[in-house]
């Protein structure tokens, strides 16, 4: 059924359908509402779980993990510092190969504090072994959950999903939001029946000691299944859109891409705005496109190789970076084409940070920007003042 | 595709995996002056010290060579000897 609902509201509802067995979590803006209304389903007797509340999200993790260790569909759901908190337990899911899914209402890092939105958090848990996959808008965000769950559980996969969704700009937005039926979700994503589980009948260890003979082998596999997982991901969307025919892209998405010449590349709600900008530069007569990363871990360096083949020039938009290197997603896009044949020249900028607005204006000028040159780590729409020279984005010494 | 994950084991890997090669000194147990108090059974972190009547031992599978059973002996009956081959 088709309601106009806050994005909070929509991920509550389809976390519902998925059944899930544990529900913890604790409250921290912009995650909240999804956190409030999972735990009214709870209250009114439309959720049949157990809602625990916990004293932070260290508590709220360390549940989760726990209970999906004994076969329970588990479900968190955090953001910024909370994700932080969470970061010890985060690595002990992956390592333990638990399907958890915890979606992540992305909120900037303090210090300064500041409650709104980028993707730095998530990408402080970036290596942490999490399947990591980014929303564009409310429906897809809602729709991921199940996708996630199947994917996670797969007993080929035995991974714990990420999701991101922007916060503020998703979880408060209000939009229309088609929610499936129980009937159709419990079709697509059967009961969770993990081939092993912590249970009295059958004692088990889950995260033993591994010593230097045998750690290793435990990451080599945690590589290993994050290159396996890449089909299923795409299989899944796939599947999804098979049922409910909604398709947002599987480990990537393209947009206006067939003839592109210059590509912007990006995550989240970005790209909502950015497919206006496109319309705009078609208009034109540009030939612009977008290449949309929607798993950013696995990151599907082939999968973009194969779509952007002979893309001329690409330019990075991104909400995160990573001190002393540079703009996340604008190397890891020049690792992909590292030696290959055709190497686009590859921009990268840095906008929107700690809830930066980002009009379309400031995206078109990124992209007459760049035009025939390499531009790196540029922090557009600083103050006057802050930048030697903001308005030409001065790029960081040393790229 | 690999195979479906082992995601857990057998559990008693405590037994499984010795740790005692870890130890650089070995505890010496000189069964002179044992009162019987049983007080490095209580303090042995990795519980591997038995033993009744007067004599007792610890497990060198599991022994890390800690020395809190030398330290807190109040008879001074358990030497600490370097691990040498």
Known sequence: MRKLIEGSMAVAELVKLCRPNVVAAYPITPQTHI????????????????FLNVESEFG????????????????????????????????????????????????????????????????????????????????????????????????????????????????????????????????FLPPYRPAQYLTVKD????????????????????????????????????????KFGRYYGGLIDTYRLDDAERVFVAMGSLIGTLKDVVDTLRAKGEKAGILKIRSFRPFPKEKIREVCGDIKEMIVVEKAFSFGFGGVLQEEMRAAFYRQKHQPIISGFVLGLGGRDIPPSTLINVYNRSKGKEISNAFVDLRPGVAPDPKSAQPIKGR | ????????????????????????????????????????????????????????????DYCKGCGICSHECPVNDIDMAPEVK
Not at chain 1, 129 to 156: R, S, T, V
Not at chain 2, 36 to 43: A, F, G, K, M, S
């Open chain 1, 60 to 187: 709220a993790a360390s549940v989760v993990l726990g209970a999906s260790a004994t076969g329970a569909r588990s479900f968190s759901t955090t953001t910024s510092q909370g994700l932080l908190l969470m970061g010890e337990v985060l690595y002990n899911i992956a390592g333990l190969r638990l399907p958890v899914v915890i979606t992540c209402a992305n909120r900037t890092i303090s210090a300064p504090i500041n409650i709104w939105n980028d993707h730095s958090d998530a990408m402080t848990v970036r290596d942490a072994g999490w399947i990591m996959l980014f929303a564009e808008d409310n429906q897809e965000a809602a729709d991921m959950h199940p996708q996630a769950y199947k994917i996670g559980e797969d007993p080929n996969i035995c991974l714990p999903v990420l999701i991101n969704m922007d916060g503020f700009i998703l979880t408060h937005a209000f939009e229309p939001v088609d929610i499936p039926e129980q009937k159709e979700i419990d079709d």
């Open chain 1, 35 to 50: 956190v409030e209304n999972l735990s009214q389903f709870v209250a009114d007797g439309d959720l049949k779980a157990e």
């Open chain 1, 203 to 242: 004692p088990r260890t889950f995260g033993l000691l591994a010593e230097p003979q045998w750690y290793m082998e435990t990451r080599y596999k945690l590589f290993e299944t994050h290159e396996d997982v890449k089909p299923v991901i795409d299989k899944t969307a796939d599947d999804f859109r098979v």
């Open chain 2, 1 to 60: 595709m690999s195979k479906p994950i082992q995601i857990s084991v057998a559990p008693g890997t405590s037994k499984v995996n010795k740790t005692g090669s870890w130890r650089t000194m070995r505890p010496i147990f000189k069964h002179d002056a044992c009162n019987d108090c049983r007080i490095c059974v209580l303090v042995c972190p990795d519980a591997c010290i038995t033993g009744s009547d007067n004599v007792y031992n610890a497990n060198l």
